[in-house]
């Protein structure tokens, strides 16, 4: 985890500061955390406690489905439902091949300009942060929207300028390209950011030296600023498989112009159509806790990787 | 330094080709928005044939007045409701997540660190994945459809109380603490009148970050509103995109509202690049 090993890293640096506090304060730090505990348990730990709860459970009409719902204790009924239903395990199939077009493509792309930007070479650095960085400012679903109508042949003039150079895209009959590219779009400049500002934080001595041993401007950036940069990485990587894994707002807009998009394209879609149109709460319960396990799981492997990782390359340096 | 001399040093190749990418990155991700400054301009035959924007053909101006007659003039009633929620959401947010940062920046208590440590796995639960256990511990104490139900979950933000920590950290001198304590002010006094105002560059920070959050949001309210009076801009907007392909009049409206609704996020980054830079600064370096 390394956000979680990095992170208290920072608070920690400024404990030693912090010696010989007087007794009885403690009454005050209750106060300034109420609020924010309160908020927390309302908002995050009982809502998942409820769920997992709730997952146990299923209604049961009797006989040929006349007649009151009775709930029945069903214990990992719900769950064995869930995975046991194609459209439940091919929303994963289709986030599983999302992540293995998009992470390479949004990280590729991010850290590339942002290597660029950090290059002695760059000109007017704010003015490429800033536009870079404005579709993060735009709404998941009108970026979504916009870029279905850029999709549209006949509406869009990419398309059409693309047509009359004599190449013919149908981008609808491909949802997946066609979400990557939604995605990257409004993800690539906030990464960048984040990137650029971990390489500015390098030492100049140590680039310095590069430069003084006679270390191209790529080697450096390959073998000296990447590796230097890699806790942000990894950071980015974690919260972008969180974030692929939540996928719903554009695959959800392009559902009414991508027949291929059906109501379940994504686990999350999934979990919406089981509680909204088949109210059936128990099984988006399930579907609902078995996602948040997945993200888990998998923040933790990269974590794991990553600091893994890290540690070899240390201990290879000492 | 090195950023002069590059500057002294003639076009070079290598300099021409850096700075055309940058320019291709830059012109993809201005595109989108350049189409829908235009798109704003056309009624609903002219963007579906792909008219090119002319000034004859200009018709801004009644998609604006269409935009805020149709319906009784609710998306007005969206915009309200999306300042409300951002507004609201994102100035209470960021008091909690300062005071708890304060708190574990200042305060030395038992468990505090198992408590950090709790709030940072807050971080790595998936939104979405909360939106419809919230939805059903809402539809069980009745705050389904109302204010509430998204007025809330946006008050809580763990990354922000991390982020809190962290700005603490770095803009509270623990001498000045202990000079407002020397001067007989109270603990929570020294708060509010000492930590807080030295903080401020973070509270705007956080600020932000939850503003752009909560006005982007769609999930949430999608879950938990059916009441479309009660719709922010982005679920208002969906919900007449549906619409549509029965009623085309309504991709003039969708659009200028999207414009619309775009309008105040992107001013917002444009003047306060300081406060955006300094948060994803944070968050990325340790």
């Known amino acids: 985890m390394t956000t979680v090993a990095t992170r208290p890293d920072t608070a920690r640096a400024a404990a030693p500061r912090r010696r010989g506090r007087p007794p009885g304060h403690s009454g005050a730090a209750g106060v300034l955390l109420a609020p924010f505990m309160v908020l927390f348990t309302a908002c995050t730990l009982i809502p998942i406690g409820y769920a997992v709860h709730l997952s146990l459970y299923s209604e049961r009409h009797s006989g040929l489905g006349f007649g009151v719902a009775e709930t029945v204790f069903t214990g990992f009924g719900n769950y064995s439902r869930a995975l046991a239903d194609p459209a439940f395990v091919s929303g994963f199939a289709n986030v599983a091949k999302y992540c293995a077009l998009y992470i390479p493509v949004m990280i590729g792309i991010s850290l590339l300009l942002a290597l660029l930007l950090d290059s002695a070479l760059a000109k007017a650095r704010h003015f490429f942060q800033l536009a870079l960085f404005l579709p993060h400012a735009v709404p998941g679903i009108i970026a979504a929207l916009i870029w279905v109508y850029l999709y549209a042949p006949g509406i869009s003039p990419v398309l059409d300028a693309m047509d009359s150079m004599g190449f013919q895209i149908d981008i609808l009959g491909h949802p997946l390209p066609a979400v990557v590219n939604m995605a990257a779009w409004q993800w690539i400049g906030y990464n960048m950011v984040i990137f650029y500002a971990a390489l500015q934080a390098i030492p100049r001595e140590i680039l310095e030296a590069a430069e003084v041993d006679g270390a191209s401007p790529l080697r450096t950036a390959l073998s000296i600023k990447i590796p230097l940069i890699r806790a942000s990485l990894l950071t980015v990587v974690m919260f972008t498989v969180i974030g692929a894994l939540q996928l719903f707002t554009e695959p959800m807009i392009l559902q009414g112009s991508a027949p291929s998009v059906d109501s379940s394209w994504t686990p999350n879609m999934y979990v919406f159509t089981a509680a909204f149109q088949r109210n059936d709460n128990g099984l988006a319960a399930a579907g609902s806790v078995l996602l948040a396990l997945v993200a888990a799981g998998l923040s933790f492997a990269v974590t794991r990787f990553g600091r893994s990782r890290a540690a070899r390359a240390e201990g290879g340096m000492s | ?286």
Not at chain 2, 109 to 136: D, N
Not at chain 2, 200 to 216: A, D, E, M, R, V
Not at chain 2, 247 to 267: D, K, M, Q, R
């Open chain 2, 1 to 286: 330094m090195s950023t002069l001399a590059a500057e002294r040093r003639p076009w070079t190749m290598s300099k021409v080709a850096v700075n055309a990418v940058l320019l291709v990155a830059a012109a993809y991700m201005l595109m989108p928005l350049g189409w829908l400054l235009t798109a704003a301009t056309k009624n609903a035959g002219d963007l579906l044939s792909g008219q090119p924007v002319s000034a004859e053909r200009f018709r801004l101006g009644e998609n604006l007045s269409n935009l805020f007659s149709t319906d009784g003039g609710l998306y007005v009633r969206w915009y309200a409701n999306s300042l409300l929620y951002a507004g609201v959401g994102a100035t209470l947010c960021a008091f909690i997540c300062i005071a708890a940062g304060y708190a574990l920046h200042v305060y030395r208590f038992r468990g505090k660190e198992k408590l950090f440590g709790l709030v940072l796995l807050g971080v790595m639960v998936p939104m979405t994945a909360l939106a419809l256990p919230m939805y059903l511990v809402a539809s069980e104490v009745g705050l389904v459809n109302t204010y509430w139900a998204v007025l809330l979950p946006c008050l809580v933000n763990p990354f922000g109380v991390y982020l809190a920590r962290v700005f603490c950290a770095g803009y509270i001198p623990t001498e000045v603490l202990e000079a407002a304590r020397i001067d007989g002010a109270t603990e929570l006094r020294t708060f509010w009148s000492v930590g807080l105002r030295m903080v401020t560059p973070g509270f705007f920070t956080i600020f932000l970050f939850q503003f752009t959050s909560i006005w982007n949001n769609f999930f949430l309210p999608l879950v938990m509103l059916s009441d479309n009076s009660l719709f922010p801009v982005s679920l208002g907007l969906y919900s007449w995109d549906t619409q549509t392909s029965a009623f085309p009049e309504f991709y003039p409206l969708v659009v200028t509202g999207s414009l619309l609704a775009i309008i105040p996020l992107v001013t917002a980054f444009v003047i306060l690049q300081r406060h955006w830079k300094a948060g994803l600064t944070a968050g990325a370096v340790k």
